[in-house]
């Protein structure tokens, strides 16, 4: 059977895919033939098709090729979910996330045929390790099980990766504790970067909480958000404290709320309580100490050259003495204008104010963009100003566009994520003791 003739629209830069399903390589074809014709694509929305592994394949093999270079560059979503994919369209996708050129940040494979490779899982982890991936969805294949562990979490390393979905896959209580020592690895390896995982319609049971529960209380200060609904609590084991030596005793149905509110009460306070707290205190004191790193290490090349023509000069050590000091003492005594940042964290920030190429521009933009200029908050009172772009070297007009609502996104306060992203700096990250 053929399959029938189709159309693939493009809006405001998203592919959008009528109601008609495209099926296999053919299908394919027609979204590459859109591609062709198009300048601008950041988004690929191909929900709920049947391009299968052969369609994968044909499309990210013309996504790899130099003709779709420009695609490479612009492309930062991609949605497969219900598309029949295997692990060999899988290790396409691999091979395309690995590339250098690719600015990918969103990828949703929820509800395909994905099965417990261990070689795809491994390349696939890889792949995902160097990417700029930030969000990841693999939510219903149920033929991973527990295989998504085991070998996926097992090679997971990604620096970028920032929310990840595992739902209603079937993961077991056997996996349970290689998951928990996945998160609790924390800012060594595994989950250090990941701020959400949602592990919900899974089998876990209620000992399976517990255990990544207390993975996340040992070893792991990113994540804040953390879903473990639907987990087939009841009939399950509950430990009776903290230590996985201690007898554990079997649970009713009707003593399984009761369980839960006790998790759910756990996790809460674990993650909004601490790491939440922490977080803000790390990305407190990190912009605190960039300032006045900026100010005390930062010198100009002006400076420096004139020092080195100059050397008997001290004109800059006689009007600051600080700067008589030894460089150990000078970073001793602005560490403790940061008493939760670990020392890692701070010979980052060092590293990035010592630097002048990181210095914003003096001069605001001479060809005004909408899209990198703040608008203004209608809320506020800023007169003729409302509902227009406000320009100004600092990103925004005081704090008051929209963006501090939570409006729009702010360029201060992207500016900002970006540094505390730079250093390493949007979760708390302990020393560690020798």
Known sequence: MSTPSRSVAVSKGRVVVSKEILE??????????????????????????????????????????????????SITEIYLNNNGIGCRGLRDIADYVNGNEVVLKTLWLANNMIGPDADVLA????????????????????????????????????PRLRELHVNAMGLTASCAS???????????????????????????????????IHAIEIGNWS???????????????????????????????????????????????????????WKRQVEMDALSLLKYSRTLILRSRASISFEGQHPMSGLARESFPFHNLPMELRLHILAILAPSLSCAQRTRIYDYAADPSTLPPLLPRLRRDISHGCVADPSRALGASIGFALYSSGGCAEGKCMGTGNSLVCRREAERTKFLEAVGCHAYEPDCVT
């Open 123 to 158: 390349w696939f982890a890889t792949a995902v390790n160097h990417s700029q991936l930030e969000f990841l969805s693999l939510t219903g294949n149920h033929k991973l099980g527990d295989a998504i562990v085991e070998t996926f979490f097992r090679h997971l390393r990604a």
């Open 223 to 277: 994540l804040m958000n953390v879903e473990v609904y639907a987990n087939k609590l009841a009939g399950t084991e509950i430990p009776n404290d903290n230590s996985p030596n201690q007898q554990s005793e079997r649970i009713s149905s009707s003593e399984t709320e009761v369980s839960w509110k006790d998790a759910e009460r756990a996790l809460h306070l674990v993650l909004r309580r601490r790491n939440a707290y």
């Open 24 to 73: 296999g390589a053919q299908g394919a074809d027609t979204i590459i033939s859109q591609l062709n014709s198009s300048q601008s694509i950041t988004k690929l929305n191909l929900n709920s098709n049947r391009l299968g592994d052969d369609g994968v394949s044909a499309l990210f093999t013309f996504l790899m090729s130099p003709a779709a270079l420009r695609h490479r560059n």
């Open 178 to 212: 290689g998951l928990a020592e996945w998160i609790s690895s924390g800012h060594i390896r595994g989950a250090h970067s990941l701020h959400t995982l949602k592990c919900s319609g899974n089998n876990l049971g209620i000992k399976g909480v517990w255990e990544v």
